[in-house]
């Protein structure tokens, strides 16, 4: 049995309903701009490539200038799928977050008019130094290879990118933007060398490398009139961009996306093969370019299909399907010139059948899905086994009966169905057992009818023994919860587990990872909990069986608060939860009365310039990326340090991601630093873990990453949340 990445996931299927697919062009249909974007592109041979270290990390404006006001040809290059950032919309996180972003970056792609395309390197989030970033990413070599394939599969002629090497100062980048300009200044020459990896395609010479310069006073070379506008639709192709930006809501997109008023974009010459410059407003002036042969008949074929009118929608019976199952698909099509056409349906390269296809009207007909087609649903599960955000194994071509010189040479689309195993096992990675009944809680998600009964097997690592578990009434289109007890193998003495569970009659393994510690709230402590979108601090509130009350706006605006011994507010929730802003008042004058407040880490501009803490406390960019870099206690004595729990090294071990981010700086003096950290080079940071008396309470502001740890049930950071929370019974 091969093992798939177990993921934290929500409850909802993917959205798939009716596709259209039009003449092979991402542009709006009904209007003549779809023939304008085809007869350019029929002229236009040059290719742009931008290279991305992330999702939103793209030149929007300038690959939605070449794209629909030159008619080039125009990719991205991803060196991750984002899933290590930060989540504005929601609880997904890591591989969930992945393929949310990939979705957005699907959505904002087919507005540009690009083909994005990722490489699949492993976002670990936010790191300072190329040289990290190549260590996690398989070596330089690894990440440079990847880039010559791509660029000897796009074949460019001109690349862009915003990312640079400046690897020390004030001014450096992302360790993954860094690590993408160094491996790309590598892999641009070896990619025209013949002697070096033919596996990974014909050589290609690349022309020109250009990154884009934030400041024009610091010099270019190039300014792009991003602002002009489209003859035919009258929007700039700024307009254009800043509808694509604005797909990436994950990442806070659609609130910056307007503020965005370009009409240029400048770029700097890094590098030209035969030492030419470019024009003052074109990256590609003097650069020619002729089609091949299949370039040639792929425009031709466009610009045919678009001077007709060409429309084809395809209308599957269900949007989530199963391998051996019949599927009902129907397509509708106007206006296809085209002698005697016929439809060839494939499953990868697989060819389902054949069917004659009508000029105008419709056709319904029925396929069975091969038994071993390819997986791509959950796509958090399955999207890395596969480049292509949209990937989608069921797809068409329509061409004539009799090969013709004449175009339309055919018409190719994909179905918009995703594929999934029969039944879908889903558990968050990490679990917490509680006593005297410790369980695993499981969900099945049912694509299609099933037999009476599913069997799932669970199998704890380490032993030899399984569980069988039979279960009954399942019912397609649903997620059904399901909770395992454990009592077969107990006791269970605090530690960590790990289990392997499987459907029965299918190979993916689902590797799941559990803790038991016994780490316990007074329960004389009772707790006033105002989330952000973070998931894992409600669970830690549940495993440290705390008694909280999730405070909504009508409790925060006239609830009696004094009934909490604390308050604790999520990560970003002044940004999410607006209420709380209005009401931070009462907030603070709960405090002066002898209350407590924990603030989990909010974000500089959603934070800074307002009166919410006590006292000033200004947060900046700064972090400690390194997950392990060393912790020191700076007043070993406090009592948020020893009570209930004496937090020792051990709290401070086994993190991941990062330390934390925004460490606040300036700050009051009132505040007291009771911690000190520091990436590898770097100065100390003590800001940490900051706690304050304010009237008869106190106000403690904390800017690590406890919520990551708290997903995975971190003893130490639980024993740190308690310490927190109970900080009244002891100071």
């Known amino acids: 049995m091969r093992d798939t990445r177990n993921i934290s996931i929500s409850a909802s299927r993917i959205g798939l309903l009716f596709f259209a697919i039009i003449a092979s062009s991402c542009t709006d249909p009904g209007s003549n701009l779809e023939e304008r974007l085809a007869s350019l592109s029929a002229r236009e041979a040059r290719v742009l490539l931008c290279l991305a270290a992330h999702p939103d990390d793209e030149d929007g404006f300038t690959l939605a200038y070449y ?3 030159r008619g080039m040809r125009t990719y991205t290059v991803y060196l991750t799928r984002g899933e290590g950032g930060q989540n504005a919309i929601g609880p997904e996180l890591y591989e969930a977050l992945g393929a949310l972003r990939s979705r957005e970056t699907e959505r904002a792609a087919a507005i540009l008019g690009t083909v994005p395309y990722f490489l699949n390197f492993p976002d670990f989030g936010y790191a ?4 990290e970033t190549f260590a996690r990413w398989g070596g330089r070599e690894r990440v440079v290879e990847r880039l010559v394939e791509a660029i000897r599969r796009f074949r460019p002629d001109v690349i862009i990118t915003h990312h640079d090497t400046l690897t020390t100062g004030p001014r450096r980048q992302h360790g993954h933007h860094q690590a993408a300009a160094l491996a790309l200044w590598e892999a641009i020459p070896l990619a025209a060398d013949s002697s070096y990896n033919s596996e990974l395609g014909r050589p290609w010479q690349v022309k020109r490398l250009f990154v884009r310069v934030s400041d024009p006073a610091e010099g270019f070379d190039v300014a792009v009139p991003v602002g002009d506008r489209d003859p035919v639709t009258g929007r700039s192709f700024a307009d254009i961009a800043r509808e694509a930006l604005r797909q990436h809501a994950s990442q806070d997109m659609p609130r910056l996306a307007d503020s965005l008023r370009l009409e240029r974009t400048y770029y700097r010459l890094l590098w030209s093969v035969d030492g030419s410059r470019p024009g003052r407003e074109d990256l590609f002036s003097g650069l020619k370019r002729d089609f091949t042969e299949e370039e040639r008949k792929e425009a031709e074929n466009a610009l045919a299909l678009a001077r007709m009118g060409t429309r084809l929608w395809v209308q599957p019976e269900d949007s989530l399907l199963t391998p051996g199952r019949s599927v009902r698909l129907r397509f509708f099509v106007q206006r296809l010139s085209m002698p005697n056409p016929v439809l060839r349906l494939y499953c990868g390269e697989r060819e389902l059948g054949r069917w004659a296809f009508p000029a105008t009207g419709q056709l319904e007909l029925s396929v069975i899905l091969p038994s071993d ?43 918009p169905v995703a594929i999934a195993p029969p039944l879908i096992l889903r558990a968050h990675a990490w679990q917490w057992l509680t006593e005297p009944n410790p369980q695993l809680r499981l969900a099945l998600e049912v694509p299609d009818p099933l037999p009476a009964l599913a069997r799932l097997i669970i199998k704890p690592v380490g032993r030899d023994d399984t569980l069988q578990v039979s279960v009954g009434g399942l019912e397609p289109g649903r997620i059904h919860p399901l909770e395992v007890s454990l009592r077969r193998w107990a006791p269970w003495p605090e530690g960590e587990y790990a289990f392997r569970i499987w459907v029965e009659g299918q190979t993916d393994t689902l590797l799941l990872r559990a803790r038991r510690y016994n780490i316990a709230l007074p329960q004389t402590v009772r707790v006033g909990w105002i989330p952000g979108l973070e998931q894992g601090t409600e669970r830690a509130l549940r495993a440290i069986r705390a008694r909280f009350d999730v405070l909504d706006s ?61 006292y000033p406390l200004t947060l900046s960019t700064r972090r400690v990326s390194e997950e392990d870099a060393p912790v020191e206690v700076l007043r070993p004595g406090h ?93």
């Open 373 to 415: 087609a390819p997986l791509t649903y959950p796509l958090e599960r399955y999207q890395y086994a596969y480049p292509d955000p949209v990937y989608r194994p069921l797809h068409y071509e329509i061409r004539p009966a009799v090969a013709t010189d004449q175009p339309p040479y055919w018409v190719r689309g994909r179905i």
């Open 128 to 131: 300072k130094t190329a040289q």
């Open 554 to 614: 009508t409790m925060l605006a006239r609830g009696e608060l004094s009934r909490y011994t604390s308050l604790l507010i999520g990560v970003r929730a002044y940004y999410h939860r607006p209420e709380l802003s209005r009401y931070n008042e009462r907030i603070l004058d709960y405090v002066r009365q002898g209350g407590h407040v924990v603030v989990l880490y909010q974000r500089p501009p959603e934070w800074n310039g307002k009166p919410w803490p006590p």
């Open 67 to 69: 794209r629909h006001g």
């Open 639 to 731: 009592p948020l340090l020893r009570s209930p729990y004496p937090l020792g090294p051990e709290t401070w071990q086994d993190w991941v991601q990062e330390r934390g981010l925004y460490f606040p700086y300036p700050y009051s003096s009132l505040y007291l630093e009771l911690l000190q950290m520091a990436d590898t080079g770097e100065e100390p940071l003590r800001s940490g873990l900051l706690i304050a008396a304010y009237g008869k309470g106190s106000y403690l502001y904390t800017s690590l990453a406890w919520y990551r740890q708290w997903e995975r049930y971190h003893p130490g950071a639980l024993r740190a949340l308690v310490n927190m929370l109970a900080y009244p019974l002891y100071r």
